[in-house]
């Protein structure tokens, strides 16, 4: 397919002080280049009040929930045979900070939706954009209830992002990564690949070979590592593709997205959580399999470079 030009030029917006201040979470973070670009397709729940619904499956749902979703899944499996009761939060006013988190994840979103439309439009397909929910605590989803301690996670029902931003002091504290706002943008890179595989058909066949009921738990467990290996891919292609456009990345930006993936990588969380490794049991992958994979959608810029189905499942 021939090559599109780009989306027009974007000027970096310079990042006032106040901005960075408030961009960061509990941890001193690095700052990235922001673009003026902002999307219409994030849903901010934060300080809304009242309508948070938590998952009431008791503690081993969180922690099952928390290992198996986190940076990526259909969360439905665990959320609907779970129990939800309401949480009642107190309206209140968004602070400078969270407003301006606000802004920071509907830029991102921005170059999200620009950069995919582009590749979607290169290669002949329709592109339709996610929506990205941020919230606190617990709110509703097409998959069933949300909680924080999941982590970020894609709902294909509603194809739809969900982002409690306490998980990245999490990301920190708990799982040893170096967090800044580029590990923010890998996340929603990574989540915006699940959404990737759903407009391209990968998760219903993914579903489809859970529910045959043919393959084992350990066979499954390697197509899943495919899946979230391949959204890794996907991030790392965005991230690719997008500096090409925007010139948005700086010094340290992929080393943060490399600190990130191999914090969540199976084997880091396995030996922080239970002490002790079985790769059998992975569904997201090892810590050098998620660098591996990013690094490599990010050298090639390549979508058609990331069959991660057929290089682990020989």
């Known amino acids: 397919m021939p090559l ?10 310079k990042t006032s002080q106040s901005e960075k201040k408030s961009l960061i979470l509990k941890h ?15 849903d901010d729940r934060r300080g809304s009040g009242g309508g948070g619904m938590l998952v009431g499956g008791g503690l081993g749902t969180i922690i099952i929930a928390a290992i198996v979703f986190f940076l990526g899944g259909d969360p439905s499996a665990i959320l609907n045979n779970s129990t939800s009761a309401p949480q009642q939060t107190e309206q209140r006013q ?4 969270e407003l301006n988190i606000r802004e920071f994840v509907k830029m991102l979103t921005a170059e999200n939706e ?17 929506k990205v929910v941020l919230f606190e605590q617990g709110t ?56 990737i ?22 066979q499954m467990n390697q197509v899943s590592v495919a899946n979230e290996l391949q959204a890794d891919f996907y991030a790392g292609v965005w991230a690719k593709q997008t500096d090409s ?44 399999q998620r660098e591996e994979w990013f690094m490599k959608g990010y050298n090639t810029g390549d979508i058609r470079q990331g ?8």
């Open 114 to 130: 620009q950069t995919w439309n582009k590749i979607f439009q290169e290669n002949g397909v329709q592109f339709k954009p996610a």
């Open 197 to 218: 595989q759903n407009l391209l058909g990968t998760l219903d066949k993914v579903n489809q070979l859970r529910q045959n009921g043919r393959y084992s738990e350990t």
């Open 245 to 288: 456009r925007e010139k948005f990345l700086e010094p340290g930006d992929i080393q943060e997205a490399m600190s990130a993936a191999a914090a969540v990588g199976d084997d880091n969380i396995q030996k922080r959580g239970q002490g002790y490794v079985n790769q059998e049991s992975f569904t997201h992958g090892s810590s050098a």
């Open 28 to 42: 001193k973070i690095l700052i990235m280049k922001w673009t003026n670009d902002r999307s219409d397709n994030v």
């Open 94 to 97: 968004l602070s400078k900070e």
């Open 140 to 195: 509703q989803s097409g998959c069933g209830a949300a909680q924080s301690e999941m982590g970020p996670f894609y709902c294909p029902a509603d194809q739809t992002i969900y982002m409690d931003m306490s998980f990245f002091n999490e990301l920190q504290q708990k799982f040893g990564a170096k967090v800044g706002q580029f590990t923010v943008a890998y996340v929603l890179g990574h989540e915006y690949g699940h959404h």
């Open 4 to 13: 599109l030009s780009g989306l027009g030029i974007r000027y970096v917006k």
């Open 307 to 314: 069959d991660t189905f057929s290089a682990l499942l020989k």
